[in-house]
Every structure is written in structure tokens, then in C-alpha cells.
């Protein structure tokens, strides 16, 4: 069974849904049958890349609220991801472009360290002092600590066509499934889960899904040559 999951560095919803569906799939009996695929998805398609803000300001600019609310959203934020067991700083984080660290996963992925790079970022971006944000060689310090080559990674940075498609294509794909926000799961693509769920109801989704794959139909006339573990049939004239 294949997870699919849709999410931007920079929603800390994401963060937080990750954990709560690791949670969900480490409990999970036939968890060695899941295979799970993260996917692109930006909260601010199009930012320029020197385009950076506290997030703070960010908040109160895009969605109209105050700075108080802003930073009691953050707080409720941070109590969330401490009870996930995952540090979050409520105050000090900027915001930013994330289409190069999306590039970046999408070659991580072909190297198989796409899951450790992406831990890092989350980990970076909430609950470390240094911005990842316009600042190549603190991704390039990331992606050599998820096992990547540094000379690899700064060539895949200096071409902005590099990964691009894979993430513009990733994008698309989630307008298409009718995702307009993120942590975007789909189970199958049967069932589509929103948001930064709890753990039973990922658990309760993994079940649901698992149980209702359809079983293959052979068809097999009987009389067809084919290769077995004692061989290949011969035909007899």
C-alpha cells in the first residue's frame, strides 16, 4: 500500500502531522507493506528567494490577525509539537521560499536520503537558530548530514531548472486531488486525509485502506507456456 503525503518546510501543521502519522504507522501490523512517498507542495508558490520575514509579521500580514494572536497560535503551535516530542521555538523563526529545499528533496529522494533530509529541514526550520532561508550553504550543511554529496547538492542549488518539474508537477497533481492545503495524505488513492490528524484517526485510515485493496484476478486460460521455479515449460511438437 502506498502513503502519499503532501507538505511545505515551512507549515508547521506538517511538522506536526508527520509525527502524528509516524506515530500511527510504527503501530501499525502490516506497516512493512506501506510504502510512503512525500511530495511537494508550497505554502507561498512564487516567493522570491530574498523574500524573507519573521514569521510573526507574516501572520499578521497574510491573514489579518494581530501580533497577539499571532503569537498565542505559535504557542498553541509549540505545545502541539511538545506533545509529539518535538522541539519548536515560538519566537524568532523567519519565513521564506521553500522551492529549493523542495529541489533538493526531490534529489535526496533519488538517492534514497529523502526522509532524512526532510527530517532535518523540519528540525532546522522550527527548532534551530539558523535560518534556512536564503542561505545555500546551510542547505548544503543539511544535505550533508542526511548522507548526500556537498558538491552535489551546491550543483543541483546553482540550477534553478534542476527539480523543478518534479516539484510544479507534485503541485499540480494535489490541485487535481482537490488538496488546497497541507498535510495532504492519500492512502491508495482511495482516501484522502486533511490536516495534522491525530494518530487514531491515521490508524483508523491505514486499516480502513489496507483492508479494502483489491485482491489481483488472474486470468489463466490454462493452457499458456510460461517460467516457474522448475524452469520453463517446452513445447512439445
Known sequence: MRVEIWSDIACPWCYVGKARFEKALRDFPHRDDVEVVHRSFELDPGR???????VITMLTRKYGMSEAQAEAGEDNLGAQAAAEGLDYRTRGRDHGSTFDMHRLLHFAREQ??????????YRANFAEERSVFNDDERLVELAVS????????RAVLADP??????VRAD??????L??????????????????AQPAEV??????QAYGERSPLKIV??????????????????
Open 48 to 54: 522570491a528567494k530574498d523574500d524573507i520575514q519573521p
Open 112 to 121: 534514497g536520503r529523502q526522509v532524512q533530509l526532510l527530517d532535518l529541514l
Open 146 to 153: 542526511a548522507g548526500l554529496e556537498a558538491e552535489a547538492v
Open 161 to 166: 531548472g534542476a527539480y523543478a518539474d518534479d
Open 171 to 176: 503541485e499540480r497533481e494535489a490541485a487535481q
Open 178 to 195: 482537490g488538496a488546497s492545503g497541507v498535510p495532504f495524505f492519500v492512502l491508495d488513492r482511495k482516501y484522502g486525509v486533511s490536516g
Open 202 to 207: 491515521f490508524a483508523q485510515a491505514l486499516t
Open 220 to 237: 489463466d486460460s490454462g493452457e499458456a507456456d510460461a517460467c516457474g521455479p522448475d524452469g520453463c515449460a517446452v513445447p512439445q511438437r
